[in-house]
């Protein structure tokens, strides 16, 4: 049974930095490609960033670009989200996801094509 656990969120002023961590268990993690989700209150879910299996690629939203940064240690069962110079729309929970293994040669932004999810952990950034 695959589990996805995010742990790193918190409280920060803008312009701080944080670090999400996502540790995948049940699984080797080298067969999935991971992404990043988040929803802010009162709003759906929606796509941040995406890493290939093997790091070969990565896809961010242009609201993040610049800003964020995704990476995977495959040896570690893990992936993580830099996350510098934050800013108060950036408040909201942030969900890891596990693709189908089929699909993890490619860059995923669609959360339809992701398969596993974690519970999410809460980012909120004060002005």
């Known amino acids: 049974q695959v589990q996805l656990v995010e742990s790193g969120g918190g409280l920060v002023q803008a312009g701080a930095s944080l670090r999400l961590t996502c540790e995948l268990s049940?699984?080797?993690?080298?067969?999935?490609?991971m992404g990043w989700f988040r929803q802010a209150p009162g709003k759906e879910r929606t796509f941040v960033s995406t890493?290939?299996?093997?790091?070969?690629?990565?896809y961010y939203i242009d609201a993040v670009k610049g800003r964020f940064t995704i990476s995977r240690d495959n040896a570690k069962n893990m992936m993580t989200l830099q996350m510098t110079n934050l800013k108060p729309e950036d408040t909201a929970r942030y969900y890891c996801?596990?693709?189908?293994?089929?699909?993890?040669?490619?860059?995923?932004?669609?959360?339809?094509?992701?398969?596993?999810w974690g519970q999410g952990t809460q980012v909120t950034v004060s002005s």
């Open positions: 996801a596990a693709t189908a293994p089929y699909n993890k040669r490619a860059v995923q932004t669609s959360p339809d094509l992701y398969i596993y």
């Open positions: 049940g699984s080797n993690i080298q067969n999935y490609a």
């Open positions: 890493i290939t299996w093997n790091s070969s690629s990565t």
